[in-house]
């Protein structure tokens, strides 16, 4: 059954072999093919004698060219940091008013603050600052640690309710769930919350109270003064010392509306943000002070 | 079917169905959390489904003597249905973890659905489910061809590939579950791994006793394609997979490897799976239905040997290319890389001598959708294989790495190699074996050849430009020498193409859809005796083979 065939169409002779009629030729290799092998083995060779390859018990070659990835990285990253701080020193000799008045140097915060600030807090904040629901916006002018470069600088250094030592800490009492306050009281204070940045509010007609609205804001006043004024203040205008947000404005870190609000007021809040020191330099920590409170003058 | 089994074959499966069950109900007995205990349960299902098939048919009479002249099939048209059942479902899932990456709200909120979930369900869906079903049926008729032989035994290819199929099942449902030992493609469990080696090593025993019956003198290269496959993915296996459970009675295990020891280790499975999974398999697959349906002799045998053995010789060296500028030490990423370089000669060897293989039969290529998706499969794997060897050069790889580049060429490769000689494979075989005058509609293969083509370049296309945006925008620095691009950034930029590379995946399983149907109507046609190609159905004698 072993018998040569010449294949008309290319002219090769079969090898002799059949299997369920899948024939094959004893076409030569082409010249192009052994072609491609030397050149694809001679790069391999040449890459061995320059580059480290292969192993020698507990060592290995090294390569003519002396290449360690290691010593390499580290090197370019030392230089990259060094023309960056050559870039950027400016930032960091000059104190905060001097920067913000200069243009060149707040081009230079724009450009770096950016992709810092993407980087790194706009998966809370956003990517404009404008906040979202548990993340204050810092888009606006309203600031619950103050709005001094160096308090925010501060904030970004210690963090809110972070682990560092000098970290910043601001705790929301759950009145409602701790029974500090009934839930009649929870809700006549939701209605003077509400009332105090000029909303009529909807639920005054609560059902667990039967007060009718006149009652419910002296009520809600009265509570307000003895439970909240502490950290809020008696005008409720907030605190930058206690972190507590100013409560007559219409700006809601967890949201507008009396659901939330009586939320807010029964569980409690505790909202937290990392301290930066151990990631970010303090020029980098700079660079986002600054680009930071120029995200507030883009608003205005 | 089970009738067909011999009387003995009929009893000692079903003391392996029993055995099966018994194992099932260990697990659940020693089962110290809920999910071995389901597991247990799957696998305690299968085993008494199977005990009673099995126990059912235990007195029917022993079978037709006369079967032993033919070989036997069975098996094969079920490896075939359930491939393309996998084919279904592991695309969708792949379109939905494509629509997550531009949707990332699709997961509606709940823990199975998270995307850490379902990307292996997708990649266990299309690589084992589809792949592994589609090479374990295809080695079947391949072997049994060539060796002109039939089987060894009946019960065993049964074996296989109902073990097969449940160890698939126990991962993808361990993936919802959150069952994972984070291996990429190696995701299952030690029990599920333990119960893949039985599997295997029958699979490989099947295929050596095969072969060992053949009348042919020689091994034809199909064969030897798909025993690479089957005893290197068993080597592969089992290393990667060492490992010591929590306790036996936890799905928990630790791997017996740990630091960059255990990242080449992985690597060198995850690469040597797409070499012998999804390279070496499916050459053996090309190497039979191309030159079958194209009616042409292989170009070159002597290109046949040099790329087979450059293949396996060079390939196995190749994983570290997917750890360079890593913690593992350079010299390993330079073999890793060289090796590579060297690997496309013998990568493209087999494509050419596929390609050169259809001269003569252009005409057909034209004409013919089935031979169509065979030649484009050769064509997109030396486009991949290319890509790979390129990739593995340091220098592009600082900038492929990690992006979507490195996705692309991949499914350049599963899309457009892959599955495309498997649905060509299939087209050709599934006529044969159903002895059908041919597929239900032409039209159809046609029509999924058209929308397996477009959704394969849309895909391909999309994760090119995604890809080396996302590199660029990565090494970009501005005059201070910082970066000049967020991480953020470069995701909004990836956003169009990620919808784009959705609509390819669609568009693809669309085709696997159409597929599906025209296989199953075509099983459902009428058989026709004469339109059995002479030798496929019964095994030919030595004297009328020779004539």
Same mark, same amino acid.
């Given at each position: 059954?072993?018998?040569?065939?010449?294949?008309?169409?290319?002219?090769?002779?079969?090898?002799?072999? $059949?299997?369920?009629?899948?024939? $094959?030729?004893?076409?030569?290799?082409?010249?192009?093919?052994?072609?491609?092998?030397?050149?694809?083995?001679?790069?391999?060779?040449?890459?061995?004698?320059?580059?480290?390859?292969?192993? /020698?018990?507990?060592?290995?070659?090294? +390569?003519? =060219?002396?290449?360690?990835?290691?010593?390499?990285?580290?090197?370019?990253?030392?230089?990259?940091?060094?023309?960056?701080?050559?870039?950027?020193?400016?930032?960091?000799?000059?104190?905060?008013?001097?920067?913000?008045?200069?243009? *060149?140097?707040?081009?230079?915060?724009?450009?770096?603050?950016?992709?810092?600030?993407?980087?790194?807090?706009?998966?809370? *904040?956003?990517?404009?600052?404008?906040?979202?629901?548990g993340f204050p916006s810092l888009a606006d002018n309203d600031w619950l640690w103050g709005n001094s470069p160096e308090q925010i600088a501060k904030t970004i250094r210690v963090g809110v309710n972070a682990d560092h030592p000098e970290s910043r800490s601001s705790e929301m009492l759950a009145f409602g769930r701790d029974q500090l306050l009934q839930r009649g009281d929870v809700l006549d204070l939701v209605s003077y919350i509400e009332?105090?940045? +000029?909303?009529?509010?909807?639920?005054?007609?609560?059902?667990?109270?039967?007060?009718?609205?006149?009652?419910?804001?002296?009520?809600?006043?009265?509570?307000?003064?003895?439970?909240?004024?502490?950290?809020?203040?008696?005008?409720?205008?907030?605190?930058?010392?206690?972190?507590?947000?100013?409560?007559?404005?219409?700006?809601?870190?967890?949201?507008?509306?009396?659901?939330?609000?009586?939320?807010?007021?029964?569980?409690?809040?505790? &909202?937290?943000?990392?301290?930066?020191?151990?990631?970010?330099?303090?020029?980098?920590?700079?660079?986002?002070?600054?680009?930071?409170?120029? /995200?507030?003058?883009?608003?205005? | 079917?089970?009738?067909?089994?011999?009387?003995?074959?009929?009893?000692?499966?079903?003391?392996?169905?029993?055995?099966?069950?018994?194992?099932? =109900?260990?697990?659940? &007995?020693?089962?110290?959390? +809920?999910?071995?205990?389901?597991?247990?349960?799957?696998?305690?299902?299968?085993?008494?489904?199977?005990? /009673? /098939?099995?126990?059912?048919?235990?007195?029917?009479?022993?079978?037709?003597?006369?079967?032993?002249?033919?070989?036997?099939?069975?098996?094969?048209? %079920?490896?075939?249905?359930?491939?393309?059942?996998?084919?279904?479902?592991?695309?969708?899932?792949?379109?939905?973890?494509?629509?997550? =990456?531009?949707?990332?709200?699709?997961?509606?909120?709940?823990?199975?659905?998270?995307?850490?979930?379902?990307?292996?369900?997708?990649?266990?869906?299309?690589?084992?489910?589809?792949?592994?079903?589609?090479?374990?049926?295809?080695?079947?008729?391949?072997?049994?061809?060539?060796?002109?032989?039939?089987?060894?035994?009946?019960?065993?290819?049964?074996?296989?590939?109902? +073990?097969?199929?449940?160890?698939?099942?126990?991962?993808?449902?361990?993936?919802?579950?959150?069952?994972?030992?984070?291996?990429?493609?190696?995701?299952?469990?030690?029990?599920?791994?333990?119960?893949?080696?039985?599997?295997?090593?029958?699979?490989?025993?099947?295929?050596?006793?095969?072969?060992?019956?053949?009348?042919?003198?020689?091994?034809?290269?199909?064969?030897?394609?798909?025993?690479?496959?089957?005893?290197?993915?068993?080597?592969?296996?089992?290393?990667?997979?060492?490992?010591?459970?929590?306790?036996?009675?936890?799905?928990?295990?630790?791997?017996?490897?740990?630091?960059?020891?255990?990242?080449?280790?992985?690597?060198?499975?995850?690469?040597?799976?797409?070499?012998?999974?999804?390279?070496?398999? %499916?050459?053996?697959? =090309?190497?039979?239905?191309?030159?079958?349906?194209?009616?042409?002799?292989?170009?070159?045998?002597?290109?046949?040997?040099?790329?087979?053995?450059?293949?396996?010789?060079?390939?196995?060296?190749?994983?570290?290319?997917?750890?360079?500028?890593?913690?593992?030490?350079?010299?390993?990423?330079?073999?890793?890389?060289?090796?590579?370089?060297?690997?496309?000669?013998?990568?493209?060897?087999?494509?050419?001598?596929?390609?050169?293989?259809?001269?003569?039969?252009?005409?057909?290529?034209?004409?013919?959708?089935?031979?169509?998706?065979?030649?484009?499969?050769?064509?997109?794997? &030396?486009?991949?294989?290319? $890509?790979?060897?390129?990739?593995?050069?340091?220098?592009?790889?600082?900038?492929?790495h990690y992006t979507d580049w490195t996705v692309g060429p991949v499914h350049a490769g599963a899309l457009g190699w892959v599955a495309l000689i498997t649905f060509g494979s299939f087209y050709a075989l599934v006529p044969w074996l159903w002895k059908r005058e041919g597929m239900y509609s032409s039209k159809l293969v046609e029509v999924h050849f058209w929308l397996a083509l477009s959704g394969t370049l849309v895909y391909v296309f999309?994760?090119?430009?995604?890809?080396?945006?996302?590199?660029?925008?990565?090494?970009?620095?501005?005059?201070?020498?910082?970066?000049?691009?967020?991480?953020?950034?470069?995701?909004?930029?990836?956003?169009?193409?990620?919808?784009?590379?959705?609509?390819?995946?669609?568009?693809?399983?669309?085709?696997?859809?159409?597929?599906?149907?025209?296989?199953?109507?075509?099983?459902?046609?009428?058989?026709?005796?004469?339109?059995?190609?002479?030798?496929?159905?019964?095994?030919?004698?030595?004297?009328?083979?020779?004539?």
């Amino acid at each position: 059954m072993h018998k040569d065939e010449r294949d008309p169409h290319t002219g090769y002779k079969t090898t002799g072999h $059949e299997w369920n009629g899948i024939k $094959e030729l004893n076409t030569p290799i082409p010249r192009a093919i052994l072609l491609f092998i030397i050149v694809t083995h001679l790069f391999a060779l040449g890459y061995w004698i320059f580059m480290p390859a292969w192993p /020698l018990g507990d060592t290995y070659t090294k +390569g003519l =060219l002396g290449a360690d990835q290691k010593k390499r990285v580290e090197k370019e990253v030392a230089e990259a940091a060094m023309s960056r701080q050559a870039a950027l020193e400016a930032i960091e000799r000059q104190d905060y008013n001097t920067i913000v008045n200069d243009l *060149h140097l707040m081009a230079l915060v724009r450009e770096n603050g950016k992709t810092l600030f993407r980087d790194n807090c706009s998966a809370c *904040h956003g990517a404009q600052g404008q906040g979202q629901s548990g993340f204050p916006s810092l888009a606006d002018n309203d600031w619950l640690w103050g709005n001094s470069p160096e308090q925010i600088a501060k904030t970004i250094r210690v963090g809110v309710n972070a682990d560092h030592p000098e970290s910043r800490s601001s705790e929301m009492l759950a009145f409602g769930r701790d029974q500090l306050l009934q839930r009649g009281d929870v809700l006549d204070l939701v209605s003077y919350i509400e009332s105090l940045s +000029g909303k009529v509010p909807k639920n005054a007609d609560s059902a667990d109270s039967a007060d009718s609205d006149g009652i419910a804001l002296p009520k809600g006043q009265s509570i307000f003064a003895e439970n909240c004024a502490t950290c809020h203040g008696a005008d409720a205008k907030g605190s930058t010392e206690t972190g507590a947000p100013d409560l007559t404005d219409d700006i809601w870190i967890y949201g507008a509306g009396s659901d939330t609000i009586f939320h807010t007021i029964w569980d409690g809040r505790k &909202g937290v943000m990392p301290s930066w020191d151990g990631r970010l330099t303090p020029l980098q920590q700079k660079i986002l002070t600054l680009y930071v409170l120029g /995200l507030n003058e883009e608003e205005q | 079917m089970i009738q067909q089994l011999t009387k003995f074959e009929r009893r000692f499966g079903l003391v392996i169905s029993v055995l099966v069950a018994g194992a099932g =109900l260990t697990l659940i &007995g020693m089962s110290e959390d +809920g999910l071995l205990a389901i597991h247990g349960t799957i696998i305690l299902a299968a085993g008494f489904i199977a005990a /009673l /098939l099995t126990g059912g048919t235990i007195h029917e009479p022993e079978p037709d003597a006369k079967r032993l002249e033919s070989y036997y099939d069975d098996p094969i048209k %079920f490896g075939i249905i359930v491939s393309m059942i996998w084919a279904v479902f592991g695309m969708f899932m792949g379109v939905w973890v494509a629509t997550l =990456l531009a949707y990332p709200e699709w997961t509606f909120d709940a823990a199975w659905s998270s995307f850490g979930r379902l990307r292996p369900v997708h990649t266990t869906g299309v690589i084992f489910g589809f792949g592994g079903n589609a090479l374990i049926a295809t080695s079947f008729h391949v072997m049994q061809r060539t060796s002109r032989a039939r089987m060894a035994d009946q019960l065993s290819p049964w074996f296989v590939l109902l +073990g097969y199929n449940l160890f698939c099942i126990l991962a993808v449902s361990g993936y919802f579950m959150g069952i994972t030992q984070s291996k990429e493609y190696a995701e299952p469990e030690w029990y599920a791994d333990i119960w893949l080696v039985i599997v295997w090593v029958a699979y490989f025993a099947l295929y050596m006793r095969t072969l060992a019956r053949r009348r042919e003198p020689h091994i034809y290269v199909a064969n030897w394609y798909y025993l690479a496959f089957i005893l290197v993915v068993a080597v592969l296996h089992i290393v990667n997979n060492l490992a010591v459970p929590v306790s036996f009675g936890h799905i928990k295990s630790y791997s017996a490897f740990s630091g960059v020891q255990d990242a080449m280790t992985q690597w060198w499975y995850g690469h040597n799976a797409v070499a012998f999974f999804l390279t070496a398999g %499916f050459l053996g697959m =090309l190497y039979y239905y191309l030159p079958k349906r194209a009616g042409r002799p292989i170009y070159s045998y002597r290109m046949s040997i040099i790329g087979f053995w450059g293949i396996t010789f060079f390939y196995m060296w190749a994983g570290s290319h997917h750890l360079h500028f890593t913690a593992l030490p350079q010299w390993v990423q330079t073999l890793g890389m060289t090796f590579s370089v060297m690997l496309l000669v013998p990568s493209w060897i087999a494509a050419a001598n596929a390609l050169l293989t259809l001269n003569g039969a252009w005409g057909k290529v034209r004409d013919d959708a089935t031979l169509r998706f065979m030649f484009l499969a050769a064509v997109f794997y &030396g486009l991949s294989t290319f $890509e790979g060897s390129f990739m593995a050069i340091r220098s592009v790889n600082a900038l492929s790495h990690y992006t979507d580049w490195t996705v692309g060429p991949v499914h350049a490769g599963a899309l457009g190699w892959v599955a495309l000689i498997t649905f060509g494979s299939f087209y050709a075989l599934v006529p044969w074996l159903w002895k059908r005058e041919g597929m239900y509609s032409s039209k159809l293969v046609e029509v999924h050849f058209w929308l397996a083509l477009s959704g394969t370049l849309v895909y391909v296309f999309a994760m090119w430009n995604s890809g080396v945006i996302q590199g660029l925008m990565w090494r970009t620095y501005n005059e201070s020498g910082a970066l000049a691009y967020s991480f953020n950034e470069s995701m909004v930029a990836m956003h169009p193409y990620y919808i784009a590379r959705a609509i390819g995946g669609l568009l693809f399983l669309a085709g696997a859809v159409v597929g599906f149907y025209n296989i199953w109507k075509t099983t459902k046609m009428d058989t026709v005796q004469s339109s059995v190609p002479s030798g496929d159905g019964l095994i030919a004698d030595d004297a009328s083979h020779s004539r």
